[in-house]
């Protein structure tokens, strides 16, 4: 028994120093991940506590809470407005990107520019009334010099019309075939003497008058930023001041076209004037051609003719530039005014109806011969300072 006793007293005590050792173990192994995961639980706060101390010692930040701050609910309300705002503004900003973009690839694709237009960053901060385009040809000097001599200012009272009243005017041409060649001089030499031409990136031809208003109006637009643009023959005098007032009548609509609206016939027949070779887009024959602005003397606002400029490339040009611009701005959403003062006017003296009539029309058709007829209808009236006034009776 005292045999068994002992040997059993020995077992129980090398289990008991095998129990302690593990115990040390575990202590051990305790005290040392204890050390690891409290120095990483000091890591986080304590670079937290830095950043928070950084930001408050810096004096260039102010941190408040919303629920301290009594005008937090003012400055939201207002923020929402201004995103309100801002949502109207984005499109517009869009389309001025775009006109600029179109513009400088104009240049780049060799656009010319006459020589009074050098500084154009400057007048594109300038805003302007409307500019009048006058379509002109080579061969038309006299019609130029007969309304250089009637309606349209020169020289420094051009300037002071367009630095007053926001009204340029200026004549609107390309170049030859052969650019540089005599019909080019003849052109510069005219511009160095009156300076009132805007030369376009374009080759002149009769049957290229479609793609030459598209180029007008997207030049246009590059270079003034005005409420409307207005294209008008070379043998139409224009009264300035009724043609004011009436464009005055819509200057808060976005997107106007303003003109004596017509819808003539389709020509389909070969070698008569208007002749249409694509007639059969608008049915069979004896159609009539949808409403638009006679060629004579229209005008669209600014941002119709941000639209041409961005569109230039792929609008359609039809035979008559009359037609192609209506064609341009049918499907938009445009208010098509029909004004029968821009309709062509008659001479004084002709009656309707045994009286004359008492409105004043602000264009007079010139046809052929009459050009010198028109220099004498001029009046020595003033509406603005420099701007003589003619009054004529349709």
Same mark, same amino acid.
């Given at each position: ?20 050792? *593990?115990?040390? %173990? ?15 639980? *000091? ?55 775009? +006109? ?5 690839? &104009? ?6 520019? &006459? ?6 960053? #400057? ?26 001599? #009637? ?27 052969? /650019? ?37 109006? /997207?030049? +246009?637009? +590059?270079?003034?930023? @005005? ?17 004011? #007032? ?18 003539? !016939?389709?020509? @389909? ?10 007639? *059969? ?11 638009? +602005? ?29 037609? @192609?611009?209506?064609? *341009? ?18 001479? !004084? ?11 004043? /029309?602000? %264009? ?17 009236? #003033? ?12």
């Amino acid at each position: 028994m005292s045999v068994k006793s002992r040997g059993m007293g020995g077992g129980e005590l090398a289990k008991n120093v095998m129990s302690r050792n *593990w115990v040390l %173990l575990l202590c051990l192994g305790s005290f040392c991940a204890g050390m690891l995961f409290t120095d990483r639980m *000091w890591m986080v706060p304590e670079t937290k506590d830095m950043v928070r101390t950084s930001r408050l010692e810096d004096p260039g930040i102010n941190i408040k809470s919303e629920d301290d701050d009594p005008q937090f609910k003012v400055i939201q309300r207002s923020s929402n407005d201004s995103i309100g705002e801002l949502n109207k503004t984005i499109p517009k900003l869009e389309l001025k990107s775009r +006109a600029a973009r179109a513009a400088h690839g &104009s240049a780049r694709d060799g656009f010319s520019i &006459s020589g009074n237009f050098k500084n154009i960053e #400057t007048k594109m901060k300038r805003k302007y009334f409307m500019v009048i385009g006058i379509n002109t040809a080579f061969s038309s000097r006299k019609r130029r010099d007969s309304i250089r001599a #009637t309606w349209m200012p020169q020289g420094e009272k051009r300037k002071k019309l367009e630095e007053e009243k926001g009204i340029v005017i200026r004549f609107v041409i390309g170049h030859s075939s052969t /650019s540089g060649g005599i019909l080019d001089k003849a052109i510069k030499a005219e511009e160095m003497l009156h300076a009132d031409f805007l030369q376009l990136d374009h080759v002149e031809g009769y049957m290229e008058l479609s793609t030459k208003t598209k180029t007008y109006f /997207s030049t +246009a637009v +590059a270079l003034w930023d @005005a409420e409307f643009y207005i294209k008008v023959d070379d043998d139409v005098h224009v009264n300035l001041a009724t043609l004011g #007032t009436t464009l005055a009548r819509h200057r808060m609509k976005p997107r106007v076209y303003i003109g004596c609206m017509k819808s003539g !016939p389709v020509v @389909a027949r070969k070698g008569v004037r208007y002749h249409e070779p694509e007639y *059969w887009k608008f049915g069979g024959v004896g159609n009539r051609y949808f409403r638009h +602005a006679t060629g004579q003397l229209y005008g669209i606002s600014k941002d119709l003719a941000t639209y041409i400029s961005i569109n230039q490339n792929v609008l359609h040009k039809y035979a008559n530039e009359d037609v @192609a611009l209506g064609s *341009w701005l049918i499907g938009l959403d445009v208010e098509h005014v029909d004004d029968r003062r821009l309709c062509c006017g008659t001479p !004084p003296g002709n009656t309707v109806s045994g009286r004359r009539r008492p409105e004043t /029309s602000v %264009l007079l058709h010139l046809i052929g011969s009459a050009v010198g007829f028109a220099s004498q209808l001029k009046e020595s009236q #003033t509406f603005t300072s420099g701007v003589v006034r003619m009054s004529v009776l349709c």
